[in-house]
Every structure is written in C-alpha cells, then in structure tokens.
C-alpha cells in the first residue's frame, strides 16, 4: 500500500500530460483513430518535458513539474472546446485498441528489464546528473565540478528526474523507465508511419523491425581473406574502448567488447559499430528521444486542422534541440536546402504561403533553444560572454580536417582516400546506404507535393558531405558521427516503405535482394540483443552503486544542506546517491591533481580546506588507508552522520560498510 501511495502522484501526473497529449492530438491534427493515443502519448511527453525545463529555470522543481503537466492537460481542453464550438474539429470519441496498447506495454517493459541489467553508455555521467536535476539542477552543472555548466542533449535525462523526484524513485531506476519509455514508443511511431505510405501490415512490422536492429555491419570483414583484414588493421589506429579491447582490429574482431556494465554475456566487438549503431543498443543519455520527437513530427506536421497546430510543431522542433542538438541544426538544413530547391526550381524567391509559414515557426523554435538550456544554449552563451561565469563542460568549437574522414568511437579518424580505412568505414555504417537513391527520389516527390517537413528531413542527409571535413576537441570527438546520423536515420526509416513500394511489380531476383540487404543490415542488431537479453535476469544498480549506496540514498537524497559538497573516493557516486556536487574533475575521465592529493592522503581539515562539507567512502577505501590516515578520519571534528553495514557480497559475505562524515567543523 505504502509503494501504491508513493506512485499515486507519478500515475496522476502522468495522467494529465498524457489527456492533455491526446485531447491535442485529435483537436489540432487530422489522425485516424488508431493513430491518436500513440501520437497523444508522445506529444504529452514531449511538451510536458520541454515545459518543466522552461518553468524550472525561475520555479521551484515541483511546481515546475506539477505545472507543466497541468498546462499540457489544460492546453488539450482548450484545443477540444475551441475546436467544437468553431465546428472546425472532429468531435471527441476515445477508442482503446486493446492489441496496440498490449505491443506497447510489451516493449516497455522489455526494454526496462534490460535496462536494469545493463550499465552501459555513460551510466557514470547520466545517473549523477539525473539526480541533481531531480534535486532542482535545471539547466544542469557538471556533477564533478559545478563550476561549469554541463550543456548537455538532457532530454531524457529531465523526464527521468521528474519520474524519480514524483515518483519517489531512485535514479537508476527512474532512468531506466524513462529510457523503456522512449525506446518503445517510437517503435510503436514507426509502425503507425509506414502503415501511412503502405497501407500493409507486414510492411509496417518490417519498418518497425529495420528501425530496431538495423545498423553497421564491422562483422563483414571477417569475411575477408586474413592478408587484407591485417593491411586493414594496420592502418588503424584504435580509439577509447576499441583500444580497451584489443592492441588492433583484427585481434579486436575476435574477442569481446571491452565495456563496463555489459551484462552477464559480453558483447562481441564484431558485431557493434562505433559510427552507425542499432537503436536497441540505445541506452544512452539520448535513447530515442530525438527519433521520438521526429516521428512525431512526421505524423503531424502535414496534418494540422488549424493555424494553433504550428505552435505545437514549433514547440516540438524546439525540444530537439534538448534531445539532440546535431538533429536540430540537420533540420535547420534542410529546411534551407528545401528553400534553395524551391527557389532554383521555381526560379522565384515568392516562396509558398506554407513554406513561408514553416520559417516563422522554426524562427521561433531556434530563439527558444537558444535560452532553454542545453548545448545550442551554450554555444550561443559562449559567443557573447566570457570570464568564469561563461565556463562550459564541452567545446563544442568544430576544427578543419584534412584529409576528409568518417570518425568512429572505436577506430578514430578513417580517411576516405586511404582504401583500406574507407573499407573499414563502409563496414562500420553497414549496407542501408545502399537505398539512398530511392530515399532522395522520395526527397524530391514530397518537395514537389508540399510536404515540407519530410522533405527537409531526407534533405538534411546532406549535411553528411560537409561532415567529412569537421571534427570536435576532447570529449566531442567521439561524437563526430552523429552528424552524419540524419544520412542513416532516413536509409532506415524509409528503407522497408520504399522498396515495398517500388518492389510490388518487379521481379524477385530484386524482392531477393532487398531481403538479403536487409538481413545484412539487421544482423549485428539481432546479435546484440540476443546477448542484451540475458541482462533481465541480472539487475544491477549501477557499476558504481551498491545495495549499500541504495540504503543510504532512500535516507540521505536531497536532506544535506543544498550548498553542501561531497568528498568520495568514487566520485560519479556521491553525486547519484545524495543529490549534492563534488568537486574532483575537469571531465568524467581524468580527476585533478588537487583531488587525487586528498584522496591518497584524506586529512580532514584538509579536505574541509578545498571546500568539502562531507565525506562518504567504503570498506574498501577504508581498508586501504594506513593506521594514521585512518586515524584522521576519526579526528573528533569528524562527525558520524551515518553508517550503513552490510555484506560486499552474496558470495563470499565479506563484510561491508558505507560510511557519511561531516567535517564542516575541521577547520
């Protein structure tokens, strides 16, 4: 009863973004019925997450979530009385399909049990991060250092404050259910867009499927003779995990990936990719929130009932840029290029009232991202301001590169010109490029149809060519590839669609074809999700947070003072478990000199010194102190807030503890 309690205003919160989501959905937009709950849902999410972000800047947390999902209730109710007493929309008429809804429930909870089991993909950054947000950190500050303001993609990462803050949740929890969420309903998008352009079944399934598993293909070159994999390993240097896993590449290809957090059966490095990866492979800080906001806007953005339907588009382009500022600025291009065609084809500047209505409406969405928060945010602050105060966790300046290269978070920098790195990078993206034509005929049919928005959506996919030439410093260099993410995203979407319907009255030597690109592009997909699945059966915390952490976060989360800063020897922990900022690092991967100096010798007043409040630590950090060091710890300014004792494991039971001091009085 006390866990149905504490759910009760989770369940009622999202109960009124989620009418006011589907109230807006069948008011502003022509749908079919079966389309509107699934729309509903998603536009419910998107809004009330890009409304608690704006509202938490000047209100306290929960009334900015509260609000938020009230306004998008109260917005729904409006749009539905406006509409029927103007006679302009369709009356009201909820239709439950009871199949769709089972789908769906099915892939989230599918998608959450893995979760669960899986601490992979910056769990180390995401989960102290989601729980400052939860605390009121909004925009977020790097966990490590709040000096600097960590402008981040943190979409996903806000709703799942808010799951965790209304919801009495812990983080890791409350992130793996936002990131179920987000993984399934796009799925469920996806199947609802294709049936669109095919009106089949199997080929909305198959869409669904494609969009799921389909990605790069690196397991093609083991299929080469051995001469050339090793002139190919040769001229590669590996990069991050990929250097983790093996000293090249063709030793790499057959072993394991090399990864924190990856379950109870290793993922093989063969099989993944480190520039076009399978969207069941995303359990990032990211996860298909973007896709999510995209789908959405391909169902809606040709179909609006009335002029009101813009600003929720607007609003909608405007969240991508929380999402996934590299989607945002794709569709700023393609807008353009969609602008130039028009102009060159038409051969007049006199663009068409809807074209002209589109630019209004992404004006609108580019002012707000650039005072919502997030990284556009910061890259606009950084232009305008300087000193201290202008201090931000990424640099998102691009350089210049020569020769031109396809960047891989595992194979670094792999030049076009250079035939054995190009072959190597052409696996690393996989064969769905391979429909690019029929998507940019399609490109050119919903130019010449109106179609604006898909039209500069496929567009945007030329932004790939320019991406060839640009490269980010330090911890964005990894991230390079999602620029070319537009290119695979729409070779994907539109890869099923678009040979069903160009492949009905053609001969089957081509039908055999395009079954066999698709099984090649899937098949690392359904590799690693066979080996994800084993993952449900061991749910984990986090690679850092132990059952004792749990303990003393269900007491201690957000009840130290609110400037308080946190000593621990593990430094993503503190941050997750108490909801407090340390200061240890100028980036997740390296901790300062300073720190590191107090971490081997932990003298209280020292620590008190470079402006620590309180130290948290465990057995083992304890054990491997020296008697003197030990002793300093219990120096009597050295207060025992608490202590939680335990067993380190279920194994050996070898005893275990989690300890909280304050040491605001070593002075």
Known sequence: MKAILELLPLLIWAGLWFAGGYLLAASLFRLRHGEIAMIGLGLGLTLQTWLANLLA?????????????????????????????????????????????????????LFNAIGRGLGIFDDYQNLPTVSLMATGDIPPHFALDPSLDFGYHYFLLLF???????????????????????????????????????????????????LAFAGGARWLLLLLPSSWLNQISENIKMIGSGALTAPNLAEA????????????????????????????MAYTGISGSAILILLLLLLTAHRWRHWSAGIVTSILISTIAIANEVVFGLIGVGFALVIIAWVIRHRSVKLPRELFGWIWILGAA???????????????????????EAASYFDASPTLIWPPSIISAHLG??????????????????????????????????????KWFEAALILSSLASLPALFVAFKGPLFTATPRLMGGWFFA????????????????????????????????FSGLILFGTQLAAVQTPIYATFISPLDAKMSQEYWNKLPVDARVFDPSVFRAPTVFGRFTKSSPTWYLQSPDWQALAANPDPFKIRAAGFDYIYFDIDYWNGLTPAQQSALMNSCAK??????????????TRDFRRLLDIRSCR
């Open 366 to 388: 580019g002012l707000a991202a650039i005072i919502q928060g997030g990284m556009l945010t910061e890259i606009v602050r950084a232009r305008f301001r300087s000193g201290p």
């Open 413 to 450: 920098s792999l030049s076009i010109f250079n035939l054995p790195q190009l072959i190597a990078a052409l696996a690393e993206i996989g064969p769905i490029i391979l429909v690019t034509p029929l998507v940019f005929l399609w490109g050119w049919k919903s130019l010449k149809s109106g």
């Open 253 to 280: 290809l057959l072993t394991n990936w090399k990864i924190d957090g990856a379950g109870p059966l290793p993922f093989p490095f063969a099989f993944y990719t480190g520039i076009n990866q399978p969207y069941i």
């Open 491 to 522: 070779c994907i979407l539109y890869a099923v669609p678009l040979l069903w319907i160009w492949l009905r009255k053609r001969g089957g030597s081509l039908q055999v074809g395009a079954v066999i690109l698709g099984l090649v592009s899937t």
């Open 640 to 653: 025992q807030v608490a202590q939680v004792d335990g067993i380190h494991s279920e194994k050996d039971y």
């Open 57 to 109: 800047h000047v209100l306290p947390v929960d009334a900015a979530f509260w609000l938020s999902s009230g306004l998008v209730f109260v917005g729904g109710l409006v749009a539905q009385f406006a509409g029927q007493r103007n006679l302009r929309f369709t009356s009201l008429r909820f239709t439950f399909y009871f199949p769709q809804w089972l789908l769906f429930g099915a892939l989230l909870f």
């Open 160 to 210: 799942a404050a808010q799951v965790m803050r209304l919801g009495h949740m812990f983080p890791w929890s409350a992130l793996d259910l936002g990131r179920g969420l987000i993984l399934a309903l796009p799925l469920m998008l996806t199947g609802l867009w294709a049936h669109r352009l095919t009106r089949n079944h199997l080929a909305s399934f198959l869409t669904v499927f494609m």
